[in-house]
């Protein structure tokens, strides 16, 4: 880690790596693929938000992939650029790569565009995982399916493999992971705040269930 007049130094560098992540992770693509198919407003449309989740209440599975694929895609994309960045001006790559993971995560959580109300999260998270440290990442996606293959739940199913993510970063000896993600993930569980009241209640919908209100 750096020292603090090092950190001092670099902390320009990594207030442009924090709003380049931001920026990267404030890209609304359930809205603009939803859009673009004619589908109309995302927001509009099942519980408003704009996830991959959502997405699929349009009916058409195909935008829900793409804005799987793409809120995954910015979040990773914000993490490489900052690594390509610490390897060309000496920075400390954890540093760097965690505040453009943090960047990403705030900027769909909380996106300036959309009156700073985003989506939940899970799918830029895996991005975040894939590229910061693959393995749990994979380990994140395989909980998730296992927990949706028994419960049918897609809220329980992000908010336990999110739970278990910084013990899979502890056990595989990514230590200096562990911050980001025990921070990432209660993030998560914010987000998540009235899904965990409508699992409770028991009032939340399944996968494959249509929701009717907004």
């Known amino acids: 880690m750096p020292t603090e007049i090092d950190l001092m130094a670099a902390t320009p560098l990594l ?6 992540g931001y920026l990267l ?3 609304p693509f359930g809205l603009l693929l ?12 099942g519980s408003g938000n704009i996830g991959a989740t959502n997405a699929l209440r349009t009916g058409n599975r195909w935008v829900a992939i793409g804005t799987l694929i793409g809120d995954a895609a910015k979040g990773a994309v914000a993490v490489l650029i900052a690594g390509v960045l610490a390897s060309r001006t000496g920075g400390d ?6 505040l453009a993971a943090l ?3 705030l900027g769909h959580l909380f996106p300036v565009w959309l009156g700073f109300k985003g ?9 975040i995982l894939l590229a910061l440290y693959w393995p749990v990442g994979l380990l994140f996606c395989a909980t998730w399916a296992i927990v949706a293959a028994v419960a049918r739940y897609s809220s329980l199913s992000a908010l336990v493999a999110a739970l278990l993510t910084p013990v899979y970063l502890a ?3 990514q230590w200096h992971l562990v911050g980001l993600g025990v921070l990432l993930v209660i993030l998560i569980y914010i987000a998540h ?3 965990i009241s409508r699992l409770l209640s028991g009032t939340e919908s399944r996968i494959g269930q249509k929701k009717t209100e907004a």
């Open 15 to 20: 207030l442009v790596v924090l709003a380049l």
């Open 25 to 27: 992770g404030s890209i």
């Open 34 to 45: 939803t859009k673009a198919a004619g589908l109309g407003d995302i927001r509009d449309i």
């Open 93 to 98: 790559a954890t540093w760097m790569m965690s």
């Open 103 to 105: 960047g990403a995560f």
């Open 119 to 127: 989506g939940k999260g899970v799918s830029t998270f895996i991005g």
């Open 171 to 173: 056990w595989l000896d």
């Open 193 to 195: 705040r009235d899904n």
